[in-house]
């Protein structure tokens, strides 16, 4: 009896190595915006309306997750920014988000919200270093 007790613990222990470990995405955070899900947007103070624009989230937890802006961001169409921090708000029930990028001599602010399996709320604004 002892014996089959030690040997189901043991069996109940991974020695997975970390590399190895499949990343899976968080489905209620990862998608795409604009396409399956709502998508609304103001890019340097305008609100932009059904323009094709999209944004896809893949979200490995619930700390961060990696933007993929299409046709939203000036003069770029085409935007990557990893790692985007989500900040849980139960006051609204939205994950919040934050971030700055560069792209050539533009910075581009981004914030906004994804409510969970409804849409998502982004807001772009983007300066041009001059003298470059």
Request: proline share 4%.
């Amino acid at each position: 009896m002892a014996i089959a007790l030690i040997a189901a613990a043991m069996m109940a222990v991974s020695c997975s190595d970390k590399k190895d470990d499949p990343v899976y995405s968080v489905s209620y955070l990862t998608g795409n915006y604009g396409k399956e899900y709502k998508l609304t947007a103001t890019v340097n103070g305008k609100d932009i309306a059904e323009t094709g624009a999209t944004v896809s989230v893949m979200a490995p937890d619930y700390d961060k997750g990696d933007f993929t802006i299409n046709g939203l961001v000036p003069g770029v169409k085409k935007m990557e920014i990893k790692d985007v921090p989500f900040t849980p708000n139960q006051a609204t029930g939205t994950y919040d988000f934050s971030t700055s990028s560069k792209s050539g001599n533009t910075t581009v602010e981004v914030n906004g919200s994804i409510r969970v399996l409804e849409g998502m709320t982004i807001n772009i604004t983007t300066t041009q270093e001059s003298g470059k």
